[in-house]
């Protein structure tokens, strides 16, 4: 079975700075998706990058990008000049295809992201 | 927001109580899901739909009871509920097509007396 880990349950970062959050999986298969999701507080979880595995280059979206490890199975997100905004818990998810017919999206515990003014 | 839509928002109810959560999303997604989401765990998948069918039901209590009439609705029926259900309830939808992510509701915050 597919799990994720996030081992930074908080970390914080000046507003301007650059931060790393980081994810580790451990899967069998060799096709699958990546995601980074940010849920603000009481604010709907929305989507902030994906990442095809058989993807070499890494997946990038304004400020946010991914350092995607395929051999040692990391993928941990930058974000780069942090902002106010970007305080939120973030949580890594892989998706694995099931037999059923739909896709099951396995989450890490989440950090949560502080940015100081 | 993300075309997902839950009510209510928040539900206090007591543990002989009967109440239903609603979801709704006009996306076209095929896909629905019910997430339980506690403070330090993971997010736990608790049921999926695919196109109005029950695909995945993970061991959850007979307690709760999924209902999907077709693929824009979902709704999780709760009935004599423990104080360690309280949590929030997400619910999330996802298109058919490769790559597809999943799009989240606001979730309900469910408080168990």
């Known amino acids: 079975a597919q799990t994720v880990t996030q081992s930074q349950p908080e970390m914080s970062v000046q507003e301007a700075e650059t931060v790393t959050l980081s994810c580790t999986y451990d899967t069998s298969e060799s096709d699958y998706y990546l995601f980074w999701y940010k849920q603000p507080p009481s604010r709907q979880m929305i989507l902030v990058i994906r990442?095809?595995?058989?993807?070499?280059q890494n997946a990038t979206e304004n400020r946010f990008s991914v350092n995607f490890q395929k051999a040692a199975k990391s993928f941990s997100l930058k974000i780069s000049d942090s902002q106010l905004g970007d305080a939120a818990m973030y949580f890594c998810?892989?998706?694995?295809?099931?037999?059923?017919?739909?896709?099951?999206?396995?989450f890490g515990t989440g950090t949560r992201l502080k940015v100081l003014a | 927001e993300t075309g997902v839509t839950q009510t209510p928002r928040h539900l206090v109810m007591g543990m002989t109580n009967k109440k239903s959560l609603k979801c709704e999303q006009h996306?076209?997604?095929?896909?629905m899901y019910w997430y339980k989401q506690s403070a330090k765990k993971p997010l736990e998948l608790m049921f999926v739909?695919?196109?109005?069918?029950?695909?995945e039901n993970n061991s959850v209590p007979s307690r709760f009871s999924p209902e999907c009439p077709n693929s824009s609705h979902l709704f999780l029926h709760l009935h004599t509920l423990q104080p360690e259900d309280s949590a929030l309830y997400l619910c999330a939808s996802s298109p058919p097509r490769v790559g597809g992510e999943q799009y989240f509701g606001p979730g309900t915050r469910l408080t168990v007396t």
């Open positions: 998810a892989y998706r694995s295809y099931s037999t059923s017919g739909t896709y099951k999206y396995i």
């Open positions: 739909y695919n196109f109005k069918e029950q695909t």
């Open positions: 990442q095809e595995a058989y993807k070499q």
């Open positions: 996306l076209g997604h095929n896909a």
